[in-house]
């Protein structure tokens, strides 16, 4: 089945202990990108990648890292959590950036204490 | 990335009312995507408006593109229960960095 896999779908940890959120798809895309959705803020872009070793930032970069060694794999990184990080996270992915849609990952919701 | 509006941030119908999302861009769009997150769930794409003045439908969904490419909408035809959730639209204009629209949550009142 085609998919994107996020893990923990739920994580709730303490402040400045770093944390990894996987994300995987099985759909051999190009395009891998992670979001945050706070309420009334709507799904605001992280960082994004258009395909191996290749990243950039996006809207909201701040506080996170990600790295993509794998075509299939798209980590994403909190070296050193803060609460105004706790959210909801997605990551998606698509063939390319403008005219293919996108597959969301179930989500995780971080809890920042 | 480029800006989209998109409103009203919140609609509340009565089952079997229209319903209406908008979003809008001060600048030309290459396209626009409308997705649909159920509440607990995680967005899912609809449909994707190409061309000037491009009308697509999906059942009781009618989606249109501006003559200008600037605004779009997403229209619903007699609500139903299964019509509740958060109504986002993607910018798309050439760029990697896809914008999101802030979102509508509709909610259906029984």
């Known amino acids: 089945e085609a998919q994107v896999t996020q893990n923990p779908r739920y994580l709730i940890t303490v402040t400045g202990k770093k944390l990894t959120v996987t994300c995987s798809q099985n759909?051999?895309?190009?395009?891998m990108s992670w979001y945050r959705q706070d309420p009334g803020l709507g799904l605001r872009q992280i960082y994004y990648?258009?395909?191996?070793?290749?990243?950039d930032k996006g809207d909201v970069p701040e506080g996170y890292k990600v790295s993509r060694k794998e075509k299939r794999n798209f980590p994403l990184i909190l070296e050193s959590p803060s609460p105004n990080q706790t959210s909801l996270y997605f990551c998606a992915s698509s063939f390319w950036t403008d005219n293919s849609p996108l597959h969301f990952g179930n989500g995780t919701r971080l809890t920042v204490t | 990335g480029q800006q989209v509006m998109q409103i009203p941030q919140y609609q509340h119908v009565q089952e079997g009312e229209d319903f209406t999302t908008y979003c809008n861009s001060s600048?030309?769009?290459?396209?626009i995507q409308w997705y649909k997150q159920r509440p607990g769930g995680h967005p899912v794409f609809l449909i994707q408006l190409v061309k000037s003045g491009e009308v697509k439908k999906q059942k009781r969904l009618t989606f249109q593109f501006g003559e200008a490419k600037k605004n779009s909408s997403l229209h619903i035809t007699a609500t139903q229960t299964t019509d509740v959730g958060t109504y986002f639209c993607?910018?798309?204009?050439?760029?990697?960095?896809?914008?999101f629209g802030k979102g509508t949550k509709l909610s259906v009142i029984p």
């Open positions: 600048t030309t769009l290459s396209n």
């Open positions: 759909m051999n895309h190009e395009y």
């Open positions: 993607r910018s798309g204009a050439g760029s990697y960095q896809l914008t």
């Open positions: 990648s258009m395909n191996v070793e290749v990243t």
